[in-house]
């Protein structure tokens, strides 16, 4: 039974250590979401995330942090951000995909340094860009304007913050369980449940008649995040055989596996990508709205335009396949597959090994991709079609769908392997 493991867990001294140490870092976590940026209007606050409701993703991610104006405002998006423009750069500079690719752990750990390096420049952009528009008009969130000062004052915070955010995941990743980055977004996602369960029970208080929505709303989130898991969880094996070869007096090869191909290799990569492609217009036209003139009239209708639910819920769904393809495509390379494979003498029965691997894996990995890009397509519009038939989406938008359940999932789903996969290993020597 799940009580008998997880009494089991807290048995274990090392593991228990573990676990501690963790809740320890999430809630230091959390303490700093909770901590100010001086000079913050309030009032304004919660209109300026009403006009811009596409901040309401970066807030999620942050655990609310960016919402209350935190010294952790930025959460780790410029770490995940520098992370990714390194992925991206392996396509443009062969030497870049040399290092990440063939030095192996050594050249992760050099990625991973430059990672770090990159993050404070980006971090540095990012919170100054974040203060700037949190100080224009027509309602500043900061008000009176901060001077030079105090800007640098709070730029210094803000990437500091960041820096923090980076270090405690790295803290979690060697000494906790599971990769660290992912823990402290995940608990800056599930942060505002108890609160919204609270927020739910009020609103079910006040008006009765709202309970056969959130049964149905609650139902539908069950569903979804049962067909998460599933997919998630999907693989297509491709059969590989190693051939048999002798060396002195001992015989190896001859076995037969897998090679394993996600339905979604992408992970949550896509939707975050679209998703910036969409936040960049809506807030270029929401700065030139107020210009007016003509500039003005045409950044209004295009405003209007993207407003349109069924507009925005079909770009939406196409950027996130394209994004799908696109991603899979920096980041898998069926060519260096096949050539790995016949390195160490794997062939795929019934295909010659080389070239012809490579396109059969290319050939399987674009039928399988294309059940994984619908797929994350139909996550990522999944809060707004909930929303529309339960009217109960603002409060439980993670259970639904977009990069939050996606996240909660994978985090959960990996942390209960490595937890499980200590416990096997301490049965296996008490065996």
């Given amino acids: 039974m799940w009580y008998q493991k997880v009494l089991q ?36 606050l919660e209109s300026f995330f009403n006009r811009f409701k596409a901040l309401g993703l970066l807030s999620v991610l942050t655990g ?63 919170s100054y860009a974040m203060l700037s528009w949190f100080q224009r008009g027509p309602s500043p969130v900061i008000y009176p304007a901060l001077g030079l000062f105090d800007t640098i004052t709070a730029i210094i915070t803000i990437t500091a ?33 108890p609160m919204n369960v609270f927020q739910a029970w009020q609103d079910i208080s006040t008006d009765p008649a709202k309970i056969p929505n959130y049964i149905l709303f609650f139902v539908m989130s069950l569903v979804i995040i049962m067909a998460v898991v599933l997919i998630t969880e999907g693989r297509r094996n491709i059969p590989i055989s190693y051939a048999k070869r002798v060396r002195g007096n001992k015989m190896y090869g001859g076995v037969s596996t897998y090679l394993p191909l996600n339905i979604n290799p992408a992970g949550v990569m896509p939707i975050i990508f679209a998703m910036s492609i969409l936040i960049f217009p809506e807030m270029i036209v929401n700065f030139l709205g107020s210009a007016g003139g003509r500039m003005g ?29 696109f991603y899979t495509a920096v980041t898998f390379d069926p060519k260096q597959i096949s050539q790995n494979l016949q390195r160490m003498g794997g062939f795929v029965p019934g295909i010659r090994p080389g070239d012809s691997t490579a396109k059969f894996i290319h050939f399987i990995l674009n039928r399988v991709l294309l059940i994984g890009a619908i797929f994350l397509g139909m996550i990522a519009v999944m809060p707004s079609i909930v929303g529309g038939l339960t009217g109960v989406q603002n409060n439980f938008s993670f259970l639904i769908g977009g990069t939050s359940l996606l996240i909660v999932v994978s985090v959960v789903l990996e942390t209960m392997r490595q937890i499980n996969s200590q416990l096997q290993m301490r049965d296996y020597e008490t065996f």
């Fill in 161 to 193: 913050g960041t820096v923090f955010l980076m270090w405690l995941g790295e803290l979690i990743t060697e000494k906790g369980i599971g990769n660290g980055v992912s823990i402290l977004i995940f608990a800056g996602i599930i942060a505002g449940f």
């Fill in 297 to 325: 009239d045409i950044a209004q209708n295009v405003s209007l335009f993207l407003a349109n639910p069924w507009v925005r819920g079909i770009l939406y769904f196409l950027l996130v396949v394209l994004f799908t393809y």
């Fill in 64 to 126: 609310g942090a960016l919402s209350n104006f935190s010294i952790i405002m930025l959460g780790l998006g410029p770490y995940i951000t520098a992370v990714i423009i390194l992925q991206l750069l392996t396509m443009i500079f062969p030497q870049l995909e040399k290092i990440y690719k063939e030095e192996g752990e050594a050249g992760k750990k050099k990625f991973n340094q430059w990672g770090r390096v990159l993050t404070i420049p980006l971090a540095v952009l990012q």
């Fill in 9 to 44: 867990i807290f048995k274990i001294p090392d593991l228990r250590k573990k676990i501690i140490f963790v809740l320890f870092v999430l809630a230091v976590f959390r303490l700093m979401a909770n901590i100010p940026m001086p000079g913050l209007d309030a009032s304004n």
